[in-house]
């Protein structure tokens, strides 16, 4: 693997942490400001736990996808590092 394609990879992998972290806080931010409109209108039925529950789903999946199931592993990509090189050494 050159250094361009290890680049792209690794800002692929820096973007989609980014994205994640966009994502989180956001998810904080919003629901903060619809517990206290809840909290504050009306004590009564706590609406916003379904918001929280739906969209807090969304964050956990976008989580997993992001850290757990990247893609690639690191398994596979040694494997396509070994036939790389196994393609680079037949050539010489």
């Given at each position: 693997m050159n250094n361009q394609e290890a680049y792209q990879r690794a800002k692929k992998r820096v973007t989609a942490k980014v994205g994640?972290?966009?994502?989180l806080t956001i998810y904080i931010a919003v629901n903060i400001l619809l517990i206290i409109i809840n909290v504050s209108t009306s004590t009564?039925?706590?609406w916003f736990i379904w918001p929280l529950m739906g969209w807090g789903l969304a964050v956990v999946l976008h989580a997993l996808r992001v850290f757990a199931f990247s893609g690639e592993s690191g398994a596979t990509e040694r494997m396509i590092e070994k036939e790389m090189e196994r393609g680079a050494a037949k050539q010489q």
């Open positions: 994640f972290y966009r994502h009564e039925y706590l």
